[in-house]
Each structure stands twice: as C-alpha cells, then as structure tokens.
Nanobody, 123 residues
Framework: VQLQASGGGLVQAGDSLRLSCAAS????????MGWFRQAPGKEREFVAA????????SYADSVKGRFTISRDNAKNTVYLQMISLKPEDTAVYYC?????????????????WGQGTQVTVSS
C-alpha cells in the first residue's frame, strides 16, 4: 500500500489548510484511516481518525473543533481540513491506514504510513 500525502505548506496563524492522502489500493474502503503529526524533537502523536464507513471519527483534544477528517472512498482519499491554525500545529503530518475497519487512535493500530507533508504555521 502506498499513501501519498499532500497539501502542506507555510501559513499564518488563523489560516486554513486541507491535507489530502491518496491510497493506491482497491480495498481502501475496508480500512480505517488516520492522521498523525510529529513536531521537531517530539514524538509522533495522534491527530484524527475515521472509520471505514466514515460513520465514526475521533480527534485529539488539541485539534477538536478546528480539524475535520473525512474520506471519499470512491477516490481512495482521506482529507484533513484544518482551520484556525496555530503555531503549535507546526509539524510533519502523516496519514496512515488502519489494520482493520474500526476506529483506532494508537500508532500501533496503523500498519501503512505515508511519507508526510510539512505544515508550518507562523505567528
């Protein structure tokens, strides 16, 4: 499985960005998807996840109300809409595919990872 993340960039605090992650797999709609991020000097952390049917979502407290995860199974793509960005959101963002269709939030529950896309938020 290949996951290609895109949409990162340099923005100012308060701006918005939408990240996309395209999966090269025909069974995309069978697995949960997630977004994680890793800031310099910090461990990778959970951001958001969505179940295979998009019926369930989960968010880290730090992004709740500002980020929205969604998916388009017809396009094998998962999105992360980010609004009201803050400097502390600066990180490399990774998309990941879950090991099954259920909503997961732990890194260990995701078996395939994209290459990451840099998001930098200036104050």
């Amino acid at each position: 499985v290949q996951l290609q993340a895109s949409g990162g960039g340099l923005v100012q605090a308060g701006d918005s960005l939408r990240l996309s992650c395209a999966a090269s797999i025909r069974t995309f709609n069978r697995d949960a998807m997630g977004w994680f991020r890793q800031a310099p000097g910090k461990e990778r952390e959970f951001v958001a996840a969505i179940s295979w049917s998009a019926g369930s979502t989960s968010y880290a407290d730090s992004v709740k109300g500002r980020f929205t995860i969604s998916r388009d199974n017809a396009k094998n793509t998962v999105y992360l809409q980010m609004i009201s960005l803050k400097p502390e959101d600066t990180a490399v963002y990774y998309c990941a595919m879950g090991r099954d269709r259920f909503l997961r939030t732990r890194i260990a529950d995701f078996g395939s990872w994209g290459q990451g896309t840099q998001v930098t938020v200036s104050s």
